[in-house]
């Protein structure tokens, strides 16, 4: 299994760009698929991106696509999610999550880690 642990969250103007960190221990990282979800408050977890095992094939959420950019450094077993042209509605506790297959849920899953932009 690999542990996530998110950093790089903070406060952000709108318009402006923050990246996001998610460092995984445990076995070896380049065997799980990786994502990033966000929870605004009141609302239901939602699925961002999510990035294959080699980081060839990603995906993202309508919400996000063209302004975050999902990728992984297997070396470093670290996944990233660049964020611009941030917008007060992406306020909300990111997540970085792994799984085994795209066929299995999302079994791990880091602490969160606070973004909020202002308008």
């Known amino acids: 299994q690999v542990q996530p642990v998110e950093s790089g969250g903070g406060l952000v103007q709108a318009g402006g760009s923050l990246r996001l960190s998610c460092a995984a221990s445990?076995?070896?990282?380049?065997?799980?698929?990786m994502a990033w979800f966000r929870q605004a408050p009141g609302r239901e977890r939602e699925f961002v991106a999510t990035i294959s095992r080699g980081g060839i094939s990603t995906r993202y959420a309508d919400s996000v696509k063209g302004r975050f950019y999902i990728s992984r450094d297997n070396a470093k077993s670290t996944v990233y999610l660049q964020m611009n042209s941030l917008k007060p509605e992406d306020t909300a506790v990111y997540y970085c999550?792994?799984?085994?297959?795209?066929?299995?849920?999302?079994?791990?899953w880091g602490q969160g880690t606070q973004v909020t932009v202002s308008s």
């Open positions: 999550a792994g799984r085994v297959s795209e066929y299995h849920d999302y079994s791990y």
């Open positions: 445990g076995r070896t990282f380049s065997n799980y698929y």
